[in-house]
């Protein structure tokens, strides 16, 4: 992701950093100056701020790791001033699986809440009262009220990700619920309805109180809970088609020994932007991307023959396929068009373009 800087891995998962993730210190030193706190104040909330973040880490590896127990792959962990992210390869099968992945995220902070909380006993028993911590301005002693603020911090972070809202992990664990009875489909609609909902009146409670940090997280659940609705959809209608209903059965031949202008010429008329090339035999040795046909305008070599552009990397599909497996081969190989085979006979071919109409339109008429 773009502005983002490895900082740790563990587990295969790379854990990244947001540039925006600076703005905390800033933050925390306008604070320090604020309440007059001192280079030791200032120095004992930035621990703080780092602690919380671990803490924050954990949470994600919940995720991750309970995901990857069910053979869900995670891409990384993203953290920013507002929270982390665990971005998952895609979403479990059973929606069991997808509440118990939900779920690990909060039990950890609780988990660590409750590991802390000795600590507490031993060190300052008679300190540490409820009042205490939410004085946490200059006259509290940051070192003494260290731990019972992180305790504070997780059992505030396990308790607002609990929240039925999507894509806070309650929503989570809400559409994982709603699934069993309704499908995944109908339960994220719900779940989102509710998340969105949530969004707003947090941005209200945020505008109320004056408070960017309220606003900017609703802001972020708001399009993340939308984000989360178009991504089901568009999962919904992959597999519901197969590449037998949309694959064209006219298109181009183009061989390998055809000059670069015939390619050109027909991308211009705008159907057609990569091709099949053939040899002389008729038999399919390669293709030719649209990123190609760009150079050779680019490079003004019209003349070049199509064999110094092609690609002679491409696979064969079955008209039974499904939308999904396409559009991730795709994505993984690189592939803008592919040949359609049946009984070893070519029926026809299906481009990136086309596919990606195809769930525009769908989309559009739903
Ligand atoms: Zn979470």
């Not at 053939?278 to 991307?289: Q, R, Y």
Request: proline share 5%; aromatic share 12%; net charge positive.
């Amino acid at each position: 992701m773009k502005g983002t800087i490895n900082i740790l891995q563990y587990s295969g998962i790379p854990v990244r950093l947001h540039w925006s993730f600076g703005l905390i210190f800033l933050w925390v030193f306008y604070v320090g100056q604020h309440w007059n706190m001192g280079i030791e104040g200032m120095l004992w909330i930035g621990s703080l701020v780092i602690a919380l973040f671990l803490c924050v880490i954990l949470h994600e590896f919940g995720h991750a790791l309970t995901a990857k127990h069910f053979g869900v792959k995670t891409k990384d962990i993203i953290l920013s001033p507002i929270g982390g992210v665990a971005r998952l390869e895609s979403l479990p099968q059973k929606p069991i699986q997808e509440f118990y992945i939900a779920a690990a995220g909060p039990l950890v902070n609780l988990g660590i809440a409750v590991a802390l909380y000795p600590i507490i006993l031993i060190v300052s028993p008679s300190h540490w009262t409820l009042s205490t911590l939410l004085k946490l301005g200059p006259e509290a002693n940051p070192a003494l009220i260290f731990i019972p603020s992180l305790i504070v911090l997780n059992l505030g972070l396990a308790l607002f990700n609990l929240v039925p809202a999507f894509p806070l992990d309650g929503g989570r664990i809400f559409r994982a619920l709603l699934s069993i009875r309704m499908g995944k489909f109908r339960a994220t609609k719900t779940a989102t309805i509710v998340g969105q909902g949530f969004a707003i009146l947090l941005a209200l409670v945020g505008l109320y109180l004056g408070n960017f940090f309220t606003i900017a997280i609703s802001l972020f659940l708001y399009f993340s809970a939308r984000q989360e609705m178009q991504y089901v959809q568009v999962q919904k209608i992959l597999t519901s088609f197969t590449v037998k209903d949309i694959y064209r059965s006219h298109f181009k031949k183009i061989y390998a020994q055809d000059p670069m202008q015939l390619a050109i010429t027909e991308s211009q008329k705008g159907v057609e932007r990569s091709f099949l090339v053939f040899n002389l035999a008729d038999e399919i040795i390669g293709v030719l991307h649209e990123e190609f046909v760009l150079e050779a305008i680019k490079e003004k070599a019209p003349e070049r023959l199509t064999i110094d552009y092609l690609s002679p990397k491409f696979e064969y599909i079955d008209p039974a396929d499904s939308l999904k497996t396409i559009l991730e081969k795709m994505q993984k190989e690189g592939y803008s068009i592919l040949p359609i085979r049946s009984e070893g006979k070519l029926l026809g071919v299906l481009d990136r373009n086309g596919l990606y109409n195809f769930i525009e339109l769908q989309r559009k008429i739903r």
